[in-house]
Structures are given as structure tokens and as C-alpha cells.
């Protein structure tokens, strides 16, 4: 599960106007993620597959996950939702609560089970996922109130994000409360990719647009270039959360060909999240010499956003991006064949917490020295 990252746009984006911890409302349908961790077990007793659970993880799902992932951020988050009578809400205020989240907002509906998705995994294999939970619409006495709650947050707030799955929270009535709220206080508005028609309804009055993103690039690429390291750490815990296995890997990647597709789309392959982490014009000058890079960081970001297998990139200026290992801690660290453990100058900041090291071999004849050796001479 990838945090939204429109989310980080918006802190973003009230960083540069000097708000740093903005007031948010986060309203949708509140969930407890449960993982289930186990290896297989042989036996003839069973037809079916035995797993002997070895470690058990409850973490804040659906719009619970939101409010944890802006909490992580800086923002001050009021969490408006619904929950059951029952072990697993008090489990995931319980969870709430740790985290910082105040729970005076969520409410408790009689006769209804909170929403509950149970994933059983072995290893890093997930086998089955298990839902259950009342997903019918709110009775009217706590439609009413969570109404209310609403109107009693919306105008001291900076901004509300709608997180609607789909599952009674966000009824017909708490959308047109939210339109007129807007219209009368206008806010930053922003409406969880999956509700398309809330996002239609809701636009329909003078919805606050977000503020731009101060950013040196223009593609759309560029939700992936993360310059900032704690930013990219909040996002990277986030995602360890889940559940998520973390791959980083470095390099200049000036002439990006055919080698580095395959080495990164290989190195993606061995986790969930890829993480590249981009010399600098001034590190590749050190390193490679004053002729290059060839191409400058903002290209090299801007093509390495465009593959599918980059999840996120960020740039360093040192020589070696082992300060960048310490603080995110990946479970992978990938190098290219070149290398060995003792001649890898990451290998110790790796090894401080335990991380995994994978050499990947490269593509025979792919390398950018070729390339531009090949241009020089005029050679096809």
C-alpha cells in the first residue's frame, strides 16, 4: 500500500506558505489492517494448507491510515469517523491514540462491527486476504453526529481530505454538508482518488484548489522526486507499516539505456518500494571528472521518474549515499555485479542494522562510458 501522495503535495504546500503544522480533517470509513506472518506446516492429518502464525501486526487502515500518514508529517489531525462496539475498535483507538491521533472525534455506532481486513502471509506472500465488518449506512443518530462534529471542525481548519470507500460513511448527507461547509469556508479539498463522484458533487461549489507544489520540475513525473530525506522517511515508515519490503539502490545515471532498465527493474522485483538515490552534478564532477554529467540532475530525475519500477528518488551531494542508508534503513541495498562486500563502500552502514546487500550483474556491453565512447568517435 503506497501512501497517497497527493497528501505530501499538500503538506508541501502549506510548508512554503509557513504553516508547519497545519489543522486537517480527515473523514471516511476508519479500518483495522491485521497481518498475519507464519510459515507453512506439512500434514497428513489436513487437505488443506496449515500455517503456524508466528507473528501477528495490527496497524490503521483505510481513512485511519490517511490520518497516521499526515499525522507522521507534522499536521495537527482531526480524525472524524465510525467505529463498532467491539475488540477491534477498541483496538484501533487504541492504535490511534499511540500514534498521537486524538479519538475524541471517533464515534461509536451500537450493533455494528468495525471493518476489519485480515491478511495472512508467509513470509513476504500474501495468501488470502479476510474482510469483515458493517459496511451498511450509518443510522441516523450517528449520521447526525458525525454531521455535526463536522460542522463544528470545518472552519478552523486548513484543509479536509475525504477518504470514501464506499462503506456508509460518507452518505449523501455528509456530502452536501461538506459542499455547503465549502462554500462557506473555503478550504483545501481534497477527495480520495476512489470516490470520483464525491469529487464531482463536491467540485460543483467553489471548491479551494490545492496550492502549487514549489518544485524545480514540471513533469508530471515529479510526485517521485522526494528532495527532502525526512519527508522520504515518513514516507518510507509509512510504508514499512504495511507491511512494504524496502529496496534502494545509487548511481549517476546520466545516459539511462537499456542496462539500467533491466538492473532496476530487478532490483524492484526483490521488494515492494524502489528507492533510487541520484548523484549530483557536483558528485558525478568528482567522480567521473569535469566533462561530465552529461545530462543535468533535473533530466536524470525527470527520465528515471518516467519508469514504472522508480517509486521515489531523491538526490544526495556526497560521493557515497551512506548517510542516506543510516537514515532510512532499507531492508535491500542493491549494487551492480562490480562490486563485493569488501570493496563496497556502503557495506558498513548496511550492516549496522542489519540490512541485506544484493550485487545484481549488469548487461554485457551497456554502459554510458561506452556510449559516449562510441559518440565520440563517430562509431554506430
Sequence with gaps: MKPNLEMSELWN?????????????????????????????????????????????????????????????????????????????????????????????????????????????????????????TTDTLDFSTEQALINQLKNCFAECHAAIVCDYGYGIVTQKVKDTLAQLQDNFPHVLVVDEETSKVRMEVNSSQTASLPPQPSSFSSSHTNKHIPDLDQLLALVNSHRTAGCKIVFTNGCFDIIHAGHVSYLQRAKALGD?????????????????????????????????????????????????????????????????????????????????????????FLENRSTTNIIERISQGKN
Design 13 to 133: 504546500a502549506f510548508l512554503a506558505k509557513g504553516i508547519a503544522h497545519p489543522k486537517v480533517i480527515v473523514i471516511g470509513e476508519a479500518m483495522l489492517d491485521c497481518y498475519l506472518q507464519g510459515e507453512s506446516v506439512d500434514s497428513l492429518e489436513s487437505p488443506v494448507p496449515i500455517l503456524a502464525v508466528n507473528d501477528r501486526k495490527h496497524v490503521a487502515g483505510g481513512a485511519a491510515d490517511t490520518a497516521f500518514y499526515l499525522k507522521s508529517l507534522g499536521c495537527q489531525v482531526i480524525f472524524l469517523s465510525v467505529i463498532g462496539e467491539d475488540c477491534e475498535g477498541n483496538l484501533l483507538r487504541q492504535t490511534l491514540e499511540e500514534s498521537g491521533i486524538t479519538t475524541n472525534y471517533l464515534l461509536t455506532q451500537k450493533n455494528s462491527q468495525t471493518i476489519t481486513r485480515q491478511r495472512v502471509m508467509v513470509r513476504s506472500q500474501l495468501l488470502v486476504r479476510i474482510d469483515c465488518g
Design 273 to 361: 518500494i524502489l528507492i533510487i538515490g541520484v548523484n549530483s552534478d557536483d558528485s558525478i564532477r568528482r567522480l567521473k571528472g569535469p566533462t561530465r554529467p552529461i545530462n543535468p540532475l533535473e533530466d536524470r530525475i525527470q527520465v528515471l521518474a518516467a519508469l514504472g519500477c522508480v517509486d521515489y528518488l531523491i538526490p544526495f551531494e556526497e560521493d557515497s549515499p551512506s548517510h542516506l542508508i543510516r537514515k532510512l534503513r532499507p531492508d535491500i541495498y542493491v549494487k551492480g555485479g562490480d562490486y563485493t562486500k569488501e570493496t563496497l563502500p556502503e557495506t558498513p552502514a548496511v550492516e549496522e542494522y542489519g540490512g541485506e546487500i544484493v550485487f545484481l550483474p
